[in-house]
């Protein structure tokens, strides 16, 4: 299935929402290699707690995953593309 | 737990644009132009993980490139460089960007090879509005320098017979720094090309191939006005660069 790109120099916005929402907690791994196989270690948890009478959260990932970016300039391009890289996030929502 | 996967670009989008902007799934550069000295061959990225085809007409020969089968789920294959190399008689032609079954035409870029026999054209790499790299020329006139700092100290150059040699240093240089400089002019392109130099000026990641070898560079020029075909006529841009490592080798 297409996955979404994320630019990284913008924001880039996750929202959750789940009615009774206590907290909603997300690992994020940025990782090269093969989607599904190769996410490594979360490079960052973050938890957050909707606001009284909300149902949601919104995290911003932008600056976490530009981090794991590096630009560069070795040939051949086709294969030395380590700035592009999967973004793996799993959200875990407590109610 | 839910899992969601996403691709991630060193790109941005424009205010405009609104949030979380996705941008472009096919060709990864704006302009509908590139320039490439006669007889050099160019890269154009291209964003392979939807199924798109690429046709173009280089020597008589009709050519299609098919990307679906170059992704292959690494986050390395989301992105393939296609070298387009000019025609032998140096005839511009389109290169024709299509969905999967050639139904819409998503991007039409127009490469033109430049003759160019007085000056060395120079070759500038940077990371572009999508995160990849771009690949442009300045065909023109091009001014190289170097600009210095240092510091001085005083120096007691007294010796034990209380005197002291002219020939002395008493006024000592030291801490000498250098960087270099280059300003580059595109030569006369088309205002759609506008988009690749707004990008440049707008980039992080800047490489300049000059004197043989790959140096990264950081534009200067923090004032940017289009220039368009109707007010300026003809559009040339002059970009100062400045190299991103110091002359003098004090890498420790």
């Known amino acids: 299935m297409p996955e979404t790109k994320i630019n990284t120099r913008s924001p880039y916005y996750l929202k959750y929402t789940q009615s009774g929402m206590v907290q909603t907690q997300i690992d994020i791994y940025v990782y090269s290699g093969t989607k599904t196989t190769d996410k490594g270690t979360a490079v960052a948890t973050l938890t957050k707690k909707p606001l009284p009478g909300d149902d949601y959260v919104i995290f911003e990932i932008s600056e976490l995953v530009r981090d794991k970016l590096t630009p560069n300039i070795s040939t051949p391009l086709n294969n030395n593309i380590t700035y592009v890289k999967w973004v793996q996030v799993e959200s875990t929502i407590t109610t | ?252």
């Open chain 2, 1 to 252: 737990m839910a899992t969601s996967y996403y691709l991630a670009f060193d790109g941005y989008g424009y205010f405009q644009e609104g949030a979380t902007p996705e941008l472009s799934r096919h060709a990864l550069i704006s302009s509908d132009y590139v320039y490439t000295p006669e007889g050099t061959s160019i890269d154009i990225p291209f964003f392979t993980e939807d199924d798109i085809e690429i046709t173009y007409t280089v020597n008589g020969t009709p050519t299609t490139v098919d990307l679906a089968a170059d992704f292959d789920n690494t986050a390395a294959s989301a992105v393939k460089y296609v070298t387009f190399a000019p025609n032998t008689n140096n005839s511009p032609y389109t290169i024709n960007v299509y969905n999967n079954g050639q139904t819409t035409l998503l991007k039409g870029i127009n490469l033109i090879p430049v003759c160019e026999p007085k000056f060395t054209p120079v070759k500038c790499q940077f990371i572009n509005k999508f995160g990849v790299l771009q690949t442009m020329y300045f065909f023109k006139k091009s001014v190289e320098g170097f600009n210095v700092t240092d510091s001085v100290f005083k120096r007691n150059i007294i010796n034990s017979n209380a005197s002291y040699n002219t020939g002395d240093v008493q006024s000592q240089r030291f801490d000498v720094k250098a960087t270099r400089n280059l300003t580059l002019n595109t030569g006369f392109i088309n205002e759609d090309f506008n988009q690749t130099i707004e990008e440049l000026f707008l980039s992080e990641n800047c490489w300049i191939t000059y004197d043989g070898s790959t140096i990264a560079a950081t534009p200067q020029n923090k004032d940017f006005t289009y220039n368009t075909s109707l007010n300026n006529k003809t559009i040339n841009y002059t970009v100062a660069f400045s190299f991103a490592s110091d002359y003098i080798n004090n890498v420790r």
